[in-house]
């Protein structure tokens, strides 16, 4: 299998530039979610999917922000205009349904490190 | 709303001893679970071991242990024999046992260095 695919891994754009991140999660897995990594914030969720509809989209910081998964195979997290505080490493991870009451192991893709300068 | 808290930023350790790594958590549920993730300098998460809050018994995995004491909210890992590929930022996470999609909680992170 080959894990959770991010693209690009690194992104470096121009404050007021359209950054788009990209995301293939493991196949057969119907949960996705969109973490952000900062130094001050550490790692937060900003929105996840359940069979490609959005459930929580309450971390997602502000209307600059917007998330898709239009199948089950990919999303992608926007953000437009970009600002230099977007800076981070933002990870993906997907899961499969939680089954008879057993936790369901997320599992992480390498991340896209963005810098806007 | 649950919290995590790890408050030891920063911590080394001799190639070959123990270390422990403290981690606090806060919630009104009764059942949930618990993880340690480790993150090397490839920024790849790894996730290292897991509890159920429904278990009594700690969990072990190889040379990582937990402590888990559920009256006290603390949920500790202990890395035996460390070696220098433990060398990571380690995270203590939580995720609700009746959370369908398991969002996880992050603390902030422990900076591991093993020194040889």
């Known amino acids: 299998d080959a894990g959770v695919i991010q693209s690009p891994r690194h992104e470096v754009t121009e404050m007021g530039q359209e950054v788009t991140l990209r995301c293939k999660p493991i196949s057969g897995h119907d949960y996705l979610f969109w973490y952000r990594q900062t130094m001050m914030r550490g790692l937060e969720l900003l929105i996840y999917?359940?069979?490609?509809?959005?459930?929580?989209d309450s971390g997602m910081p502000e209307d600059r922000f917007s998330a898709k998964m239009p199948n089950a195979s990919f999303s992608t997290l926007k953000i437009q205009p970009s600002e230099p505080r977007d800076s981070a490493v933002y990870f993906c991870?997907?899961?499969?349904?939680?089954?008879?009451?057993?936790?369901?192991?997320?599992?992480f893709g390498p991340g896209t490190r963005l810098t806007v300068l | 709303a649950q919290t995590v808290t790890q408050s030891q930023p920063e911590m080394s350790v001799q190639e070959a001893e123990t270390v422990t790594l403290s981690c606090t958590y806060d919630?009104?549920?009764?059942?949930?679970?618990l993880f340690w993730y480790k993150q090397p300098p490839s920024r790849q998460m790894i996730l290292v071991i897991r509890q159920e809050a429904y278990k009594q018994q700690n969990a072990t995995e190889n040379r990582f242990s937990v402590n888990f004491q559920k009256a006290a909210k603390s949920f500790s890992l202990k890395i035996s024999d460390s070696q220098l590929g433990d060398t990571a930022m380690y995270f203590c996470?939580?995720?609700?046992?009746?959370?369908?999609?398991?969002?996880?909680?992050f603390g902030q992170g422990t900076e591991l260095s093993v020194k040889p």
């Open positions: 999917f359940n069979n490609n509809v959005p459930i929580d």
């Open positions: 996470a939580f995720m609700s046992f009746y959370n369908q999609g398991g969002k996880l909680i």
């Open positions: 919630t009104s549920e009764s059942n949930y679970y």
């Open positions: 991870a997907s899961s499969p349904t939680q089954a008879g009451g057993t936790y369901n192991e997320q599992f």
